[in-house]
């Protein structure tokens, strides 16, 4: 099963991503965990990549389209994958399109986690990162068991540099201008699938659950 989330930033496709991951046993891969990580490590991807992203722009599409296609290509990708944060812009849609086609395959789902703007700067000044395994809590609707610990490895937890107020309103209007086209593209292609992404988490993974099946 081959997946992709789109949803406006903070509409809780991370979180959704990981429990589909769990529940069908397929890798979840992450653009924005894969940029923050080569932040961590220093890499000359992460110091081009966290430019951009503490901006809250997007990441040219030349440095993303490549390190997607080569990821979905591994062995672990065979029996599917679910893609989180990728495609963001059309021309990558089309760059994600023509590698598929090349190898016979194509999408299954497009879930478009539907929630608007007026929630998003509240859930995203609220949500939390683990700084050793990337656990995402959120302070009211996904609290810790100790407050800024980590309940899975015990590391601390901080603010994402680009949860700043002003930061997630340009992420916003970057998504409004950007992705948001990516709705169309996909119901177009028949495979786009909506859910409300304001209920609360279990009701929104129960709603994708019974759009993917089983
Ligand atoms: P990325 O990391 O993908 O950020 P984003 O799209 O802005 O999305 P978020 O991760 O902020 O939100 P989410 O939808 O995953 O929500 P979450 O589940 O955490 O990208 C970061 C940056 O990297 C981009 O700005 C860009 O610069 C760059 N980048 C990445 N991919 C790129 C690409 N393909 N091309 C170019 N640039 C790229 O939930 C949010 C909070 O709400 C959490 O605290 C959570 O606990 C809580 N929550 C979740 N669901 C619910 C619910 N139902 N009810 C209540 N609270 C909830
Ligand atoms: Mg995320
Ligand atoms: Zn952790």
Do not use: W
Not at 122 to 150: F, L, Q
């Amino acid at each position: 099963m081959k997946i992709i989330m789109l949803g406006a930033p903070g509409a809780g496709k991370g979180t959704q991503a990981k429990k589909i991951a769990e529940k069908y046993q397929i890798p979840h891969i992450s653009t924005g965990d894969i940029f923050r990580a080569n932040i961590k490590d220093g890499t000359e991807l992460g110091k081009k990549a966290k430019t951009y992203m503490d901006q809250g722009l997007l990441v040219p599409d030349e440095l993303v389209c490549d390190l997607v296609v080569d990821r979905v290509k591994q062995d672990d990708c065979r029996n599917g994958y679910i893609l989180d944060g990728f495609p963001r812009t059309i021309p990558q849609a089309e760059s994600l399109d023509a590698a598929l086609g090349q190898m016979g395959e194509s999408l299954d789902f497009a879930i478009n986690v539907d929630v608007p703007d007026e929630h998003i700067v509240n859930r995203m000044s609220g949500r939390r990162a683990c700084v050793g395994c990337g656990a995402t809590y959120h302070t009211v609707y996904a609290p810790t068991k100790k407050e800024g610990v980590c309940d899975v490895c015990g590391a601390e937890l901080i603010l994402r540099d680009d949860d700043k107020p002003e930061t997630v309103q340009k992420r916003l209007s970057v998504y409004h201008d950007q992705t948001q086209p990516l709705i169309d593209y996909y119901r177009g292609k028949g495979i786009l699938k909506d859910v409300d992404g304001t209920k609360d988490m279990d009701v929104v993974f129960q709603a994708i659950t019974d759009i993917l099946g089983a």
